[in-house]
């Protein structure tokens, strides 16, 4: 089985940066694609950014292109997403994913596992 834990979140202000950490739980990490989602208040699950197992491709929404960096350390069991020049519409709770399938995938029913997430607020 995987288990996803999520930590880092917190109350940052507008400009600000965070970085979350998606720690996994399993038999090898190496072999899953990881994804980062998030769920603001009152709305749908959206796609943040995608991971391949070796971590030579990546993926992001174009909301959050150019700020937003995934990134992995296998060696940790441990994805990360680094998010710079914090918005008040970055606001939302994060979680993050993985699925067994190679490709870089956005809809969430794609995704196998997920951790329960973690607070993002950004002040304005």
């Known amino acids: 089985q995987v288990q996803l834990v999520e930590s880092g979140g917190g109350l940052v202000q507008s400009g600000g940066s965070v970085r979350l950490s998606c720690e996994v739980t399993a038999r090898t990490v190496r072999m899953y694609t990881v994804g980062w989602f998030r769920q603001p208040p009152g709305k749908e699950r959206e796609f943040v950014a995608a991971?391949?197992?070796?971590?030579?491709?990546?993926l992001y929404a174009d909301s959050v292109k150019d700020r937003f960096r995934i990134f992995r350390n296998d060696a940790k069991k441990t994805i990360y997403l680094q998010m710079n020049n914090l918005k008040p519409e970055d606001t939302a709770v994060y979680l993050c994913a993985a699925s067994w399938e190679v490709e870089l995938m956005t809809a969430v029913t794609e995704y196998d596992f997920w951790g329960q997430g973690t607070q993002v607020t950004v002040s304005s």
């Open positions: 991971i391949s197992w070796s971590g030579a491709s990546q």
